[in-house]
T-cell receptor, first 115, second 113 residues
């Protein structure tokens, strides 16, 4: 079955360390996204990529970085510059479609705790 | 820029009762609208979507939503809920021609036995 795999499910890091969250998809989707979810705040877009080797900042990109070297992979690095990194991170993908009409397919998320 | 408002953060409802989860959006241009469901510690799954055409949209698990352009609303309804419907529900909007999707803050549906 096709889908999106996020690993690990739970991640613990010390403050000041960079950490990379993995996202792999075998849906052959061109577009991939990273969202951050905090209680009561819904999902906020960190970065998105519509094609390999290209990505755009979302609403809360500060303190995060991404790469898109392969169609299947869109890793997210949470840097030490991110002031409040503890959150639930969701990766998603979609067919770009004719501008926004394609639904998002989500992974099961990575819960990051930084102490 | 588009925005989505889900006024109800929590909605308790008895099993087999009807439910309506409210969603209002703001955009100066045409939009696409979506409802997603999230079970604990999981990602989101698509319930239904409105792209164009009929304003009444049917989705999975017996849910439906009605697009009301004049009221800029897209409320989600189910005539009879089950315990298994306990989850968090998110309304989302994207502007035609753009790939960015904006989500509401979510509504937690608690079905009481």
């Amino acid at each position: 079955d096709g889908g999106i795999t996020q690993s690990p499910k739970y991640l613990f890091r010390k403050e000041g360390q960079n950490v990379t969250l993995s996202c792999e998809q075998n849906l052959n989707h061109d577009a991939m996204y990273w969202y951050r979810q905090d209680p009561g705040q819904g999902l906020r877009l960190i970065y998105y990529s519509q094609i390999v080797n290209d990505f755009q900042k979302g609403d809360i990109a500060e303190g995060y970085s991404v790469s898109r070297e392969k169609k299947e992979s869109f890793p997210l690095t949470v840097t030490s510059a991110q002031k409040n990194p503890t959150a639930f991170y969701l990766c998603a993908s979609s067919i770009p479609g004719t501008g926004g009409n394609s639904p998002l397919h989500f992974g099961n998320g990575t819960r990051l705790t930084v102490t | 820029a588009q925005s989505v408002t889900q006024l109800d953060s929590q909605v308790p409802v008895f099993e087999e009762a009807p439910v309506e989860l409210r969603c209002n959006y703001s955009s100066s241009v045409s939009v696409y609208l979506f409802w997603y469901v999230q079970y604990p510690n999981q990602g989101l799954q698509l319930l239904l979507k409105y792209l164009s055409g009929s304003t009444l949209v049917k989705g999975i698990n017996g849910f439906e939503a009605e697009f009301n352009k004049s009221q800029t609303s897209f409320h989600l309804r189910k005539p009879s809920v089950h315990i298994s419907d306990t989850a968090e529900y998110f309304c989302a909007v994207s502007v035609r021609g753009y790939q960015k999707v904006t989500f509401g803050t979510g509504t937690k549906l608690q079905v009481i036995p």
